[in-house]
Protein backbone atom coordinates (compact mmCIF):
# COMPACT_ATOMS: atom_id res chain seq x y z
CA UNK A 1 0.00 0.00 0.00
CA UNK A 2 1.38 3.24 -0.94
CA UNK A 3 2.87 5.26 2.33
CA UNK A 4 1.12 8.54 3.35
CA UNK A 5 1.85 8.04 7.08
CA UNK A 6 -1.47 10.32 9.00
CA UNK A 7 -2.17 11.91 5.60
CA UNK A 8 0.88 13.79 4.67
CA UNK A 9 0.47 15.50 1.47
CA UNK A 10 -3.07 15.51 1.68
CA UNK A 11 -3.45 18.77 3.65
CA UNK A 12 -3.97 21.01 1.19
CA UNK A 13 -7.42 19.58 -0.62
CA UNK A 14 -10.16 20.32 0.80
CA UNK A 15 -11.98 18.65 3.74
CA UNK A 16 -14.28 17.55 1.40
CA UNK A 17 -12.03 16.41 -1.47
CA UNK A 18 -9.58 14.28 1.19
CA UNK A 19 -10.23 10.26 0.40
CA UNK A 20 -10.77 8.26 3.03
CA UNK A 21 -7.60 6.74 3.47
CA UNK A 22 -5.33 7.32 6.73
CA UNK A 23 -2.40 5.23 7.89
CA UNK A 24 -1.89 5.23 10.63
CA UNK A 25 1.97 6.75 12.82
CA UNK A 26 4.90 4.70 11.76
CA UNK A 27 5.42 1.46 13.99
CA UNK A 28 8.54 1.55 15.89
CA UNK A 29 10.94 -1.00 14.55
CA UNK A 30 10.99 -3.92 17.51
CA UNK A 31 13.13 -6.93 16.23
CA UNK A 32 12.54 -8.61 19.65
CA UNK A 33 9.59 -11.09 19.07
CA UNK A 34 6.60 -11.75 21.26
CA UNK A 35 8.33 -15.25 22.66
CA UNK A 36 11.65 -13.68 23.01
CA UNK A 37 10.27 -10.62 24.95
CA UNK A 38 8.25 -12.91 27.12
CA UNK A 39 11.59 -14.97 27.92
CA UNK A 40 13.16 -11.67 28.62
CA UNK A 41 11.04 -11.47 31.80
CA UNK A 42 11.57 -14.77 32.51
CA UNK A 43 15.51 -14.01 32.61
CA UNK A 44 14.95 -10.35 34.22
CA UNK A 45 12.45 -11.05 37.11
CA UNK A 46 12.07 -15.20 37.54
CA UNK A 47 10.21 -14.52 40.99
CA UNK A 48 7.61 -12.42 39.49
CA UNK A 49 4.09 -13.33 40.06
CA UNK A 50 3.38 -14.39 36.39
CA UNK A 51 0.23 -15.62 37.01
CA UNK A 52 -2.43 -14.91 40.06
CA UNK A 53 -5.39 -16.95 40.61
CA UNK A 54 -7.29 -16.08 43.85
CA UNK A 55 -5.04 -17.84 46.85
CA UNK A 56 -2.64 -19.40 44.00
CA UNK A 57 0.09 -17.76 42.21
CA UNK A 58 2.89 -18.85 39.91
CA UNK A 59 6.24 -17.03 39.14
CA UNK A 60 7.52 -16.64 35.40
CA UNK A 61 10.26 -18.99 36.51
CA UNK A 62 7.38 -21.59 37.26
CA UNK A 63 5.57 -21.29 34.58
CA UNK A 64 8.83 -21.28 32.61
CA UNK A 65 9.69 -24.66 33.97
CA UNK A 66 6.16 -26.02 33.32
CA UNK A 67 5.87 -25.46 29.95
CA UNK A 68 9.84 -27.22 29.22
CA UNK A 69 8.11 -29.89 30.72
CA UNK A 70 5.18 -29.39 29.18
CA UNK A 71 7.42 -29.99 25.91
CA UNK A 72 9.09 -32.80 27.29
CA UNK A 73 6.00 -34.99 28.11
CA UNK A 74 5.62 -33.81 24.32
CA UNK A 75 8.35 -35.74 23.15
CA UNK A 76 8.55 -34.37 20.09
CA UNK A 77 5.10 -35.43 18.82
CA UNK A 78 4.58 -32.07 18.46
CA UNK A 79 6.23 -29.86 15.70
CA UNK A 80 6.65 -26.24 13.87
CA UNK A 81 3.24 -25.74 11.96
CA UNK A 82 1.23 -28.31 13.57
CA UNK A 83 -2.36 -26.97 14.55
CA UNK A 84 -3.41 -27.79 18.36
CA UNK A 85 -6.76 -27.42 19.54
CA UNK A 86 -6.88 -26.37 23.09
CA UNK A 87 -9.61 -26.76 24.87
CA UNK A 88 -9.06 -25.12 28.10
CA UNK A 89 -10.19 -22.23 30.23
CA UNK A 90 -8.59 -19.23 31.79
CA UNK A 91 -6.44 -20.69 34.28
CA UNK A 92 -2.26 -21.22 34.61
CA UNK A 93 -2.84 -24.56 32.74
CA UNK A 94 -4.22 -22.10 29.25
CA UNK A 95 -1.04 -19.54 30.17
CA UNK A 96 1.40 -23.01 30.10
CA UNK A 97 0.14 -24.52 27.24
CA UNK A 98 0.41 -21.55 24.81
CA UNK A 99 3.78 -20.73 25.56
CA UNK A 100 4.70 -24.49 25.35
CA UNK A 101 3.15 -24.30 22.21
CA UNK A 102 4.42 -20.64 20.41
CA UNK A 103 8.16 -22.43 22.00
CA UNK A 104 7.55 -25.48 20.05
CA UNK A 105 6.43 -23.78 17.03
CA UNK A 106 3.06 -25.06 16.74
CA UNK A 107 0.44 -23.71 16.03
CA UNK A 108 -2.25 -22.61 19.15
CA UNK A 109 -5.96 -22.47 17.97
CA UNK A 110 -7.82 -21.99 21.49
CA UNK A 111 -11.27 -23.12 21.48
CA UNK A 112 -12.49 -22.60 24.93
CA UNK A 113 -13.20 -24.87 27.62
CA UNK A 114 -16.77 -26.30 26.42
CA UNK A 115 -16.69 -25.55 22.63
CA UNK A 116 -19.38 -27.89 21.91
CA UNK A 117 -18.93 -32.07 20.37
CA UNK A 118 -20.74 -30.77 17.31
CA UNK A 119 -18.33 -27.95 16.73
CA UNK A 120 -15.46 -29.60 17.19
CA UNK A 121 -15.94 -32.55 15.00
CA UNK A 122 -16.89 -30.37 12.12
CA UNK A 123 -13.50 -28.17 13.10
CA UNK A 124 -11.92 -31.87 13.07
CA UNK A 125 -13.26 -32.33 9.34
CA UNK A 126 -12.39 -29.25 7.61
CA UNK A 127 -8.85 -28.25 10.09
CA UNK A 128 -6.13 -30.63 10.05
CA UNK A 129 -5.76 -30.46 14.23
CA UNK A 130 -2.51 -32.32 14.93
CA UNK A 131 -4.01 -33.11 18.65
CA UNK A 132 -6.69 -31.66 21.01
CA UNK A 133 -5.89 -30.66 24.61
CA UNK A 134 -8.36 -30.81 27.16
CA UNK A 135 -10.14 -32.54 29.98
CA UNK A 136 -11.26 -36.00 28.32
CA UNK A 137 -15.20 -35.18 28.74
CA UNK A 138 -15.17 -32.15 26.47
CA UNK A 139 -13.77 -33.98 23.49
CA UNK A 140 -15.45 -35.10 20.58
CA UNK A 141 -16.34 -38.95 20.81
CA UNK A 142 -12.99 -40.12 18.47
CA UNK A 143 -10.70 -38.25 20.56
CA UNK A 144 -12.79 -39.04 23.98
CA UNK A 145 -11.15 -42.31 25.03
CA UNK A 146 -7.63 -43.54 24.60
CA UNK A 147 -7.42 -46.87 22.45
CA UNK A 148 -11.13 -46.00 20.45
CA UNK A 149 -10.03 -45.69 17.10
CA UNK A 150 -6.80 -44.23 16.27
CA UNK A 151 -6.93 -41.93 19.16
CA UNK A 152 -3.89 -41.95 21.73
CA UNK A 153 -4.04 -39.98 24.78
CA UNK A 154 -1.02 -38.61 26.51
CA UNK A 155 -1.07 -37.16 30.10
CA UNK A 156 -0.08 -33.51 30.46
CA UNK A 157 1.26 -32.17 33.69
CA UNK A 158 -0.71 -29.01 33.93
CA UNK A 159 -1.39 -26.89 37.14
CA UNK A 160 -4.44 -28.22 38.40
CA UNK A 161 -5.44 -24.59 41.05
CA UNK A 162 -7.21 -22.26 40.33
CA UNK A 163 -10.73 -21.04 40.13
CA UNK A 164 -11.56 -22.22 35.94
CA UNK A 165 -8.60 -25.38 36.48
CA UNK A 166 -9.56 -28.91 35.75
CA UNK A 167 -7.88 -32.22 36.63
CA UNK A 168 -6.42 -35.03 34.18
CA UNK A 169 -5.79 -32.84 31.06
CA UNK A 170 -4.54 -34.80 28.24
CA UNK A 171 -3.23 -34.35 24.56
CA UNK A 172 -5.54 -35.97 22.79
CA UNK A 173 -3.44 -37.25 19.20
CA UNK A 174 -6.20 -38.36 15.99
CA UNK A 175 -4.23 -38.76 12.41
CA UNK A 176 -5.75 -35.75 10.59
CA UNK A 177 -8.76 -36.22 7.86
CA UNK A 178 -7.86 -36.30 4.85
CA UNK A 179 -7.96 -33.26 2.88
CA UNK A 180 -8.08 -31.04 6.07
CA UNK A 181 -7.01 -27.54 5.40
CA UNK A 182 -3.22 -27.32 7.20
CA UNK A 183 -1.74 -24.03 9.06
CA UNK A 184 0.06 -21.61 6.36
CA UNK A 185 3.54 -21.09 7.31
CA UNK A 186 4.95 -19.19 9.92
CA UNK A 187 1.39 -18.76 11.64
CA UNK A 188 1.48 -18.39 15.50
CA UNK A 189 -2.20 -19.02 16.26
CA UNK A 190 -5.62 -19.31 14.73
CA UNK A 191 -9.05 -18.40 15.95
CA UNK A 192 -12.41 -19.44 14.49
CA UNK A 193 -14.83 -17.06 13.58
CA UNK A 194 -18.63 -17.56 12.11
CA UNK A 195 -19.39 -18.85 8.42
CA UNK A 196 -22.04 -18.64 6.07
CA UNK A 197 -21.57 -22.06 4.84
CA UNK A 198 -23.02 -23.24 8.52
CA UNK A 199 -19.02 -24.54 9.50
CA UNK A 200 -17.15 -22.11 11.11
CA UNK A 201 -13.72 -20.43 9.91
CA UNK A 202 -9.97 -20.54 10.89
CA UNK A 203 -8.10 -17.10 10.44
CA UNK A 204 -4.16 -17.67 10.55
CA UNK A 205 -2.23 -14.96 11.94
CA UNK A 206 1.02 -14.50 12.06
CA UNK A 207 4.01 -13.57 15.15
CA UNK A 208 4.94 -9.97 13.77
CA UNK A 209 1.23 -9.13 13.62
CA UNK A 210 0.61 -9.54 16.96
CA UNK A 211 4.42 -8.19 17.90
CA UNK A 212 2.59 -4.65 16.15
CA UNK A 213 -0.51 -4.78 18.14
CA UNK A 214 1.35 -5.76 21.46
CA UNK A 215 3.76 -2.86 20.62
CA UNK A 216 0.75 -0.05 20.63
CA UNK A 217 -0.86 -2.45 24.05
CA UNK A 218 2.18 -1.61 26.04
CA UNK A 219 2.65 1.98 25.04
CA UNK A 220 -0.93 2.91 25.46
CA UNK A 221 -1.49 1.47 28.46
CA UNK A 222 1.93 1.99 30.03
CA UNK A 223 1.48 -1.76 31.34
CA UNK A 224 4.86 -3.06 33.24
CA UNK A 225 5.84 -5.12 36.20
CA UNK A 226 3.45 -4.42 39.49
CA UNK A 227 0.49 -4.34 36.90
CA UNK A 228 -2.32 -6.78 36.84
CA UNK A 229 -3.39 -7.59 33.88
CA UNK A 230 -7.43 -9.19 33.47
CA UNK A 231 -7.08 -12.51 31.52
CA UNK A 232 -11.55 -12.13 31.37
CA UNK A 233 -12.29 -12.93 27.74
CA UNK A 234 -13.86 -16.17 26.55
CA UNK A 235 -10.63 -18.47 25.39
CA UNK A 236 -12.59 -18.59 21.96
CA UNK A 237 -12.30 -15.72 21.07
CA UNK A 238 -9.18 -13.79 19.53
CA UNK A 239 -9.15 -10.62 22.10
CA UNK A 240 -8.14 -13.46 24.57
CA UNK A 241 -4.92 -13.77 22.55
CA UNK A 242 -3.66 -9.76 23.03
CA UNK A 243 -4.65 -9.78 26.92
CA UNK A 244 -2.61 -13.41 27.86
CA UNK A 245 0.39 -11.99 25.48
CA UNK A 246 0.24 -8.54 26.80
CA UNK A 247 0.64 -9.48 29.97
CA UNK A 248 3.51 -11.99 29.23
CA UNK A 249 5.38 -9.53 27.39
CA UNK A 250 5.49 -7.20 29.47
CA UNK A 251 6.29 -8.68 33.08
CA UNK A 252 2.71 -7.98 34.62
CA UNK A 253 0.64 -10.61 36.17
CA UNK A 254 -2.13 -12.62 34.62
CA UNK A 255 -5.43 -12.72 36.52
CA UNK A 256 -7.75 -15.48 35.86
CA UNK A 257 -11.17 -14.56 36.05
CA UNK A 258 -13.56 -16.82 37.75
CA UNK A 259 -16.58 -17.69 35.08
CA UNK A 260 -19.60 -15.88 37.07
CA UNK A 261 -17.74 -12.87 36.77
CA UNK A 262 -18.45 -12.79 33.33
CA UNK A 263 -21.74 -12.93 33.64
CA UNK A 264 -22.59 -10.04 35.85
CA UNK A 265 -21.22 -6.32 35.55
CA UNK A 266 -21.53 -5.66 39.46
CA UNK A 267 -19.50 -8.81 40.10
CA UNK A 268 -17.08 -8.31 37.51
CA UNK A 269 -16.40 -4.61 39.33
CA UNK A 270 -16.37 -6.58 42.65
CA UNK A 271 -13.56 -8.71 41.47
CA UNK A 272 -12.11 -5.97 39.81
CA UNK A 273 -11.50 -4.10 43.06
CA UNK A 274 -10.47 -7.30 45.26
CA UNK A 275 -8.29 -8.56 42.22
CA UNK A 276 -6.24 -5.54 42.22
CA UNK A 277 -6.48 -5.25 38.28
CA UNK A 278 -5.03 -2.32 36.71
CA UNK A 279 -5.48 -3.07 33.22
CA UNK A 280 -8.36 -4.94 31.67
CA UNK A 281 -10.10 -6.20 28.05
CA UNK A 282 -14.06 -6.49 27.89
CA UNK A 283 -16.97 -6.88 25.84
CA UNK A 284 -18.92 -3.70 25.03
CA UNK A 285 -22.26 -5.32 26.60
CA UNK A 286 -20.53 -5.88 29.36
CA UNK A 287 -19.47 -2.41 30.34
CA UNK A 288 -22.40 -0.62 29.13
CA UNK A 289 -24.48 -1.11 32.12
CA UNK A 290 -21.22 -0.07 34.31
CA UNK A 291 -21.08 3.04 32.60
CA UNK A 292 -24.86 3.70 33.08
CA UNK A 293 -24.45 3.44 36.82
CA UNK A 294 -22.11 5.12 39.38
CA UNK A 295 -18.82 4.49 38.67
CA UNK A 296 -16.68 2.66 41.95
CA UNK A 297 -13.92 5.57 42.72
CA UNK A 298 -11.96 3.10 44.40
CA UNK A 299 -10.43 1.02 41.41
CA UNK A 300 -7.43 0.32 40.81
CA UNK A 301 -8.22 0.36 36.98
CA UNK A 302 -5.67 2.38 34.49
CA UNK A 303 -6.92 1.15 31.18
CA UNK A 304 -10.14 -0.41 30.01
CA UNK A 305 -9.79 -1.56 26.49
CA UNK A 306 -13.59 -2.57 25.42
CA UNK A 307 -14.85 -3.63 22.18
CA UNK A 308 -16.84 -6.60 20.03
CA UNK A 309 -20.04 -4.19 19.79
CA UNK A 310 -21.25 -0.79 18.77
CA UNK A 311 -20.79 1.70 22.08
CA UNK A 312 -23.50 3.61 22.71
CA UNK A 313 -22.35 6.46 25.01
CA UNK A 314 -19.06 7.50 26.10
CA UNK A 315 -17.74 7.31 29.67
CA UNK A 316 -19.09 10.34 31.97
CA UNK A 317 -16.78 12.60 34.33
CA UNK A 318 -16.85 10.20 36.77
CA UNK A 319 -14.98 7.29 35.27
CA UNK A 320 -11.41 6.80 36.61
CA UNK A 321 -9.86 4.98 34.20
CA UNK A 322 -9.20 5.33 30.21
CA UNK A 323 -11.64 3.54 27.92
CA UNK A 324 -10.57 3.02 24.67
CA UNK A 325 -13.11 1.95 22.44
CA UNK A 326 -11.67 -0.15 20.09
CA UNK A 327 -12.69 -2.01 16.79
CA UNK A 328 -10.89 -5.12 14.87
CA UNK A 329 -11.54 -8.13 13.15
CA UNK A 330 -9.83 -11.38 13.90
CA UNK A 331 -8.52 -10.63 10.09
CA UNK A 332 -6.74 -7.72 11.03
CA UNK A 333 -5.52 -9.02 14.74
CA UNK A 334 -7.84 -7.89 17.46
CA UNK A 335 -7.88 -4.34 17.53
CA UNK A 336 -6.82 -1.89 14.81
CA UNK A 337 -8.75 1.23 15.19
CA UNK A 338 -9.09 3.08 18.91
CA UNK A 339 -10.76 5.92 20.35
CA UNK A 340 -9.40 6.87 23.90
CA UNK A 341 -11.46 8.54 26.24
CA UNK A 342 -10.96 10.31 29.30
CA UNK A 343 -12.98 12.34 32.26
CA UNK A 344 -10.98 15.15 31.56
CA UNK A 345 -12.06 15.72 27.80
CA UNK A 346 -13.61 18.02 26.10
CA UNK A 347 -16.90 16.14 24.81
CA UNK A 348 -17.41 13.98 28.49
CA UNK A 349 -20.61 15.27 28.34
CA UNK A 350 -22.19 14.16 25.53
CA UNK A 351 -24.57 11.80 24.69
CA UNK A 352 -23.50 10.67 21.16
CA UNK A 353 -21.80 7.00 20.59
CA UNK A 354 -17.81 7.53 20.59
CA UNK A 355 -16.32 6.84 17.19
CA UNK A 356 -14.27 3.52 16.90
CA UNK A 357 -11.17 6.19 16.15
CA UNK A 358 -7.94 6.01 14.04
CA UNK A 359 -6.06 3.09 12.67
CA UNK A 360 -2.84 1.93 15.32
CA UNK A 361 0.57 2.41 14.46
CA UNK A 362 1.34 0.31 11.45
CA UNK A 363 -2.34 -0.03 10.56
CA UNK A 364 -4.00 1.46 7.38
CA UNK A 365 -7.51 1.56 6.84
CA UNK A 366 -9.90 2.66 3.40
CA UNK A 367 -13.34 3.33 3.11
CA UNK A 368 -14.17 2.29 -0.49
CA UNK A 369 -17.46 2.04 -2.79
CA UNK A 370 -18.76 -1.47 -3.91
CA UNK A 371 -16.51 -0.86 -6.62
CA UNK A 372 -13.60 -0.76 -4.51
CA UNK A 373 -12.72 2.72 -5.14
CA UNK A 374 -12.03 5.19 -2.24
CA UNK A 375 -14.88 7.40 -1.12
CA UNK A 376 -14.42 11.07 0.08
CA UNK A 377 -14.66 12.02 3.25
CA UNK A 378 -17.98 12.34 4.81
CA UNK A 379 -19.30 9.45 2.81
CA UNK A 380 -20.58 5.80 3.86
CA UNK A 381 -18.52 2.97 2.71
CA UNK A 382 -16.64 -0.66 3.43
CA UNK A 383 -14.00 -0.35 5.79
CA UNK A 384 -10.61 -2.14 4.48
CA UNK A 385 -7.68 -2.82 6.72
CA UNK A 386 -4.18 -3.47 5.51
CA UNK A 387 -0.89 -2.79 6.81
CA UNK A 388 1.41 -4.03 9.71
CA UNK A 389 -1.74 -6.53 11.33
CA UNK A 390 -3.61 -7.58 8.84
CA UNK A 391 -3.62 -11.97 9.01
CA UNK A 392 -2.36 -14.61 6.65
CA UNK A 393 -5.80 -15.01 6.17
CA UNK A 394 -7.67 -18.40 6.20
CA UNK A 395 -6.80 -21.37 6.55
CA UNK A 396 -9.01 -22.01 3.24
CA UNK A 397 -7.27 -20.65 0.30
CA UNK A 398 -10.15 -19.63 -1.98
CA UNK A 399 -11.82 -18.26 0.92
CA UNK A 400 -8.73 -15.90 1.58
CA UNK A 401 -8.46 -14.96 -2.17
CA UNK A 402 -12.07 -14.02 -1.56
CA UNK A 403 -11.88 -11.52 1.55
CA UNK A 404 -8.19 -10.84 1.09
CA UNK A 405 -8.10 -8.53 -1.55
CA UNK A 406 -6.60 -5.63 -3.07
CA UNK A 407 -6.67 -2.63 -1.20
CA UNK A 408 -8.15 -0.53 -4.04
CA UNK A 409 -7.56 0.48 -7.53
CA UNK A 410 -5.10 3.60 -6.42
CA UNK A 411 -4.10 1.74 -3.82
CA UNK A 412 -1.09 -0.99 -3.44
CA UNK A 413 -0.95 -3.67 -0.87
CA UNK A 414 -3.21 -6.33 0.24
CA UNK A 415 -6.38 -5.85 2.16
CA UNK A 416 -9.11 -7.44 4.35
CA UNK A 417 -12.74 -6.21 3.44
CA UNK A 418 -14.41 -6.07 6.38
CA UNK A 419 -17.82 -6.33 5.09
CA UNK A 420 -18.60 -2.90 7.96
CA UNK A 421 -20.12 0.07 6.66
CA UNK A 422 -18.24 3.41 8.03
CA UNK A 423 -17.83 7.00 7.61
CA UNK A 424 -14.29 8.82 7.98
CA UNK A 425 -14.72 12.44 9.52
CA UNK A 426 -12.69 14.82 7.99
CA UNK A 427 -10.01 14.88 10.91
CA UNK A 428 -9.84 10.74 9.99
CA UNK A 429 -11.70 9.18 12.80
CA UNK A 430 -13.57 6.31 12.02
CA UNK A 431 -17.84 6.31 12.57
CA UNK A 432 -19.16 2.46 12.89
CA UNK A 433 -22.31 2.49 10.54
CA UNK A 434 -22.93 -0.96 10.67
CA UNK A 435 -22.79 -4.10 8.76
CA UNK A 436 -23.08 -4.01 5.08
CA UNK A 437 -24.29 -7.78 4.74
CA UNK A 438 -26.82 -10.50 6.67
CA UNK A 439 -23.56 -10.54 9.52
CA UNK A 440 -24.91 -9.67 12.72
CA UNK A 441 -23.13 -9.07 16.09
CA UNK A 442 -24.64 -10.91 18.88
CA UNK A 443 -23.32 -10.01 22.56
CA UNK A 444 -20.30 -8.74 20.82
CA UNK A 445 -19.46 -11.80 18.85
CA UNK A 446 -19.98 -11.83 14.94
CA UNK A 447 -22.18 -14.44 13.78
CA UNK A 448 -23.47 -15.51 10.26
CA UNK A 449 -27.28 -15.99 10.43
CA UNK A 450 -26.45 -19.05 7.94
CA UNK A 451 -24.65 -20.75 10.43
CA UNK A 452 -27.30 -20.94 12.78
CA UNK A 453 -29.67 -22.23 9.84
CA UNK A 454 -27.52 -24.72 9.13
CA UNK A 455 -27.36 -25.74 12.26
CA UNK A 456 -31.11 -26.27 12.81
CA UNK A 457 -31.31 -27.92 9.27
CA UNK A 458 -29.17 -30.87 11.25
CA UNK A 459 -32.47 -31.99 12.49
CA UNK A 460 -34.32 -34.24 10.31
CA UNK A 461 -37.88 -33.12 11.30
CA UNK A 462 -36.38 -29.50 10.01
CA UNK A 463 -36.93 -29.09 5.83
CA UNK A 464 -35.28 -25.84 5.71
CA UNK A 465 -34.54 -22.38 8.62
CA UNK A 466 -34.40 -18.70 8.42
CA UNK A 467 -33.01 -16.49 11.24
CA UNK A 468 -33.65 -12.60 11.63
CA UNK A 469 -31.61 -10.63 13.79
CA UNK A 470 -34.68 -7.71 15.24
CA UNK A 471 -32.89 -5.27 17.50
CA UNK A 472 -34.86 -3.76 20.57
CA UNK A 473 -35.16 -0.08 21.16
CA UNK A 474 -31.53 0.11 22.34
CA UNK A 475 -29.98 -1.40 19.20
CA UNK A 476 -29.22 -4.61 20.70
CA UNK A 477 -29.83 -7.76 18.11
CA UNK A 478 -31.09 -10.95 19.13
CA UNK A 479 -31.45 -14.15 17.07
CA UNK A 480 -34.99 -15.44 15.99
CA UNK A 481 -35.86 -18.44 13.71
CA UNK A 482 -38.11 -19.50 11.60
CA UNK A 483 -38.22 -23.58 10.98
CA UNK A 484 -40.49 -25.20 8.46
CA UNK A 485 -40.96 -29.07 8.88
CA UNK A 486 -39.86 -31.45 6.87
CA UNK A 487 -42.74 -33.04 5.04
CA UNK A 488 -43.73 -36.03 6.17
CA UNK A 489 -42.59 -35.49 9.42
CA UNK A 490 -44.40 -37.41 12.33
CA UNK A 491 -45.25 -34.29 14.67
CA UNK A 492 -43.37 -30.59 13.79
CA UNK A 493 -39.90 -30.44 15.91
CA UNK A 494 -40.27 -29.00 19.53
CA UNK A 495 -38.39 -25.61 19.60
CA UNK A 496 -36.65 -26.51 23.07
CA UNK A 497 -35.38 -29.66 21.70
CA UNK A 498 -34.57 -27.65 18.28
CA UNK A 499 -32.38 -25.08 20.75
CA UNK A 500 -31.29 -27.35 22.73
CA UNK A 501 -29.30 -29.93 20.12
CA UNK A 502 -27.91 -26.66 18.31
CA UNK A 503 -26.28 -25.77 21.45
CA UNK A 504 -23.58 -28.70 20.50
CA UNK A 505 -22.69 -26.48 17.06
CA UNK A 506 -22.93 -23.06 17.90
CA UNK A 507 -21.34 -20.97 20.78
CA UNK A 508 -23.53 -19.14 22.77
CA UNK A 509 -24.09 -15.90 21.22
CA UNK A 510 -25.24 -17.63 18.29
CA UNK A 511 -27.89 -20.15 20.09
CA UNK A 512 -31.62 -18.02 18.89
CA UNK A 513 -33.73 -16.89 21.73
CA UNK A 514 -36.48 -18.49 20.02
CA UNK A 515 -37.64 -20.68 17.58
CA UNK A 516 -41.12 -19.78 15.13
CA UNK A 517 -42.70 -23.19 13.62
CA UNK A 518 -44.07 -22.12 10.41
CA UNK A 519 -45.64 -23.75 7.87
CA UNK A 520 -44.59 -21.60 5.12
CA UNK A 521 -42.17 -18.89 4.64
CA UNK A 522 -42.91 -15.28 3.71
CA UNK A 523 -41.77 -15.01 -0.12
CA UNK A 524 -41.19 -11.37 -1.43
CA UNK A 525 -41.87 -10.58 -5.55
CA UNK A 526 -38.94 -12.33 -6.66
CA UNK A 527 -40.13 -15.93 -5.13
CA UNK A 528 -36.69 -15.51 -2.51
CA UNK A 529 -37.44 -15.41 1.57
CA UNK A 530 -39.02 -11.75 2.62
CA UNK A 531 -36.49 -11.56 5.19
CA UNK A 532 -37.42 -8.01 5.80
CA UNK A 533 -40.70 -9.19 6.27
CA UNK A 534 -40.31 -11.65 9.06
CA UNK A 535 -38.32 -8.68 10.39
CA UNK A 536 -41.21 -6.51 10.87
CA UNK A 537 -43.19 -9.72 12.26
CA UNK A 538 -40.62 -9.69 14.82
CA UNK A 539 -40.57 -6.64 15.77
CA UNK A 540 -44.27 -5.84 15.99
CA UNK A 541 -44.30 -9.57 18.03
CA UNK A 542 -41.21 -7.17 20.38
CA UNK A 543 -43.55 -4.60 20.79
CA UNK A 544 -46.87 -6.40 21.88
CA UNK A 545 -45.18 -8.77 24.12
CA UNK A 546 -42.59 -5.65 26.03
CA UNK A 547 -46.54 -4.62 27.17
CA UNK A 548 -48.16 -7.50 27.80
CA UNK A 549 -49.07 -7.87 31.51
CA UNK A 550 -49.65 -10.76 33.74
CA UNK A 551 -53.10 -10.34 35.56
CA UNK A 552 -53.15 -10.70 39.23
CA UNK A 553 -49.41 -10.94 39.24
CA UNK A 554 -47.46 -9.77 42.10
CA UNK A 555 -44.65 -7.02 41.71
CA UNK A 556 -42.29 -8.92 41.58
CA UNK A 557 -43.77 -11.35 39.35
CA UNK A 558 -44.18 -8.47 36.90
CA UNK A 559 -40.63 -7.28 36.99
CA UNK A 560 -39.20 -10.92 36.79
CA UNK A 561 -41.40 -11.69 34.13
CA UNK A 562 -41.92 -8.45 31.97
CA UNK A 563 -38.22 -8.29 32.10
CA UNK A 564 -37.39 -11.38 30.79
CA UNK A 565 -40.17 -10.76 28.38
CA UNK A 566 -38.55 -7.74 27.11
CA UNK A 567 -34.83 -8.74 26.85
CA UNK A 568 -35.91 -11.61 25.22
CA UNK A 569 -38.34 -9.76 22.45
CA UNK A 570 -40.93 -13.26 23.92
CA UNK A 571 -44.63 -12.78 24.78
CA UNK A 572 -44.63 -16.12 25.39
CA UNK A 573 -42.63 -16.81 27.87
CA UNK A 574 -44.15 -17.93 31.57
CA UNK A 575 -43.26 -17.92 34.77
CA UNK A 576 -42.93 -21.98 34.82
CA UNK A 577 -40.25 -21.39 31.84
CA UNK A 578 -36.48 -22.45 33.16
CA UNK A 579 -34.58 -18.69 32.04
CA UNK A 580 -32.11 -20.57 29.64
CA UNK A 581 -34.49 -22.98 27.75
CA UNK A 582 -36.09 -19.79 26.41
CA UNK A 583 -32.97 -18.00 25.60
CA UNK A 584 -31.47 -16.43 27.88
CA UNK A 585 -27.82 -15.72 27.78
CA UNK A 586 -24.76 -14.60 29.98
CA UNK A 587 -25.28 -10.76 29.17
CA UNK A 588 -29.51 -11.27 28.63
CA UNK A 589 -28.66 -12.39 32.76
CA UNK A 590 -26.24 -9.59 33.40
CA UNK A 591 -29.23 -7.27 31.89
CA UNK A 592 -31.93 -8.94 33.83
CA UNK A 593 -29.77 -8.81 37.09
CA UNK A 594 -28.94 -5.12 36.72
CA UNK A 595 -33.14 -4.33 36.07
CA UNK A 596 -33.70 -5.78 39.29
CA UNK A 597 -31.21 -4.29 41.51
CA UNK A 598 -32.40 -1.11 40.04
CA UNK A 599 -36.53 -1.73 40.49
CA UNK A 600 -36.45 -3.90 43.53
CA UNK A 601 -32.86 -2.86 45.38
CA UNK A 602 -31.85 -5.98 45.52
CA UNK A 603 -28.60 -7.57 44.43
CA UNK A 604 -28.74 -11.35 42.84
CA UNK A 605 -26.24 -13.04 41.44
CA UNK A 606 -25.71 -14.62 37.96
CA UNK A 607 -25.22 -18.36 39.41
CA UNK A 608 -28.52 -17.64 41.94
CA UNK A 609 -30.54 -16.72 38.74
CA UNK A 610 -28.85 -19.75 36.31
CA UNK A 611 -29.76 -22.12 39.71
CA UNK A 612 -33.45 -22.00 39.65
CA UNK A 613 -35.57 -24.43 37.90
CA UNK A 614 -37.81 -22.03 36.93
CA UNK A 615 -38.83 -18.20 36.36
CA UNK A 616 -41.54 -18.85 39.70
CA UNK A 617 -38.09 -19.92 41.73
CA UNK A 618 -36.36 -16.54 40.96
CA UNK A 619 -39.29 -14.61 41.70
CA UNK A 620 -39.02 -16.21 45.10
CA UNK A 621 -35.72 -15.68 45.89
CA UNK A 622 -35.95 -11.91 44.91
CA UNK A 623 -39.55 -11.42 47.50
CA UNK A 624 -37.28 -13.93 50.39
CA UNK A 625 -34.24 -10.67 49.73
CA UNK A 626 -36.75 -8.33 49.65
CA UNK A 627 -38.15 -9.47 52.64
CA UNK A 628 -34.39 -9.99 54.51
CA UNK A 629 -33.39 -6.17 53.28
CA UNK A 630 -37.09 -5.16 54.47
CA UNK A 631 -36.51 -6.89 58.17
CA UNK A 632 -33.12 -5.85 58.28
CA UNK A 633 -34.14 -2.09 58.07
CA UNK A 634 -36.47 -2.22 60.50
Not at 167 to 192: Q, S
Not at 286 to 293: C, G, K
Not at 471 to 478: P, V
Request: glycine residues 10%; charged residues 25%.
Amino acid sequence: MTTLPNDEGLQDMTPRALPSLLHGKEAPQDPTGVLARYEEWVRRTPDSPAVLDGAHSWTYGEIDAAADALIRTWDGRLRPGDLVGVCLDRSAALVVTTVALARVGAVCLPLGPRPGERRLAAVGEDVGVACLIGAPDVLPPAYREAGQGDAEHLALPLPEAGANAVAGVVAAFLPPTPGAHAAPANALYAVLTSGSTGRPKAVAVAEPALRALLGWYRAETGIGPGDRQSLLIGVAFDPHVMELWAGLTSGAALVPAPDAVRWDPAALVDWWREAGVTVAVSATPMIEPLLDADWPQDLTLRHLIVGGDRMRRRPGPDVTCVVHNAYGPAEATVVTTTHAMRATDADVHEEAAPPIGIPLPGVSVLVTDPEGRVVPRGEDGELRIGGAQLAIGYLDPELTERRFVAASPTEEGRAYRTGDRVRMRADGVLDFLGRLDDQVKISGVRIEPAEVEAALEQDPAVRGAVVVAPRDAEGRARLVAYVLPAAGAAAPPAPDALLAAVRGWLPEQAVPSAVRIVDAFALDANGKVDRAALLKQEERTDTSGAALGVEGASTNERLVLGTVRELLGRADVALTDNFTDVGGTSLVAARLLAAIEREAGVRLRAPELLRQPDLRAVVALLDARCAATLKAAV
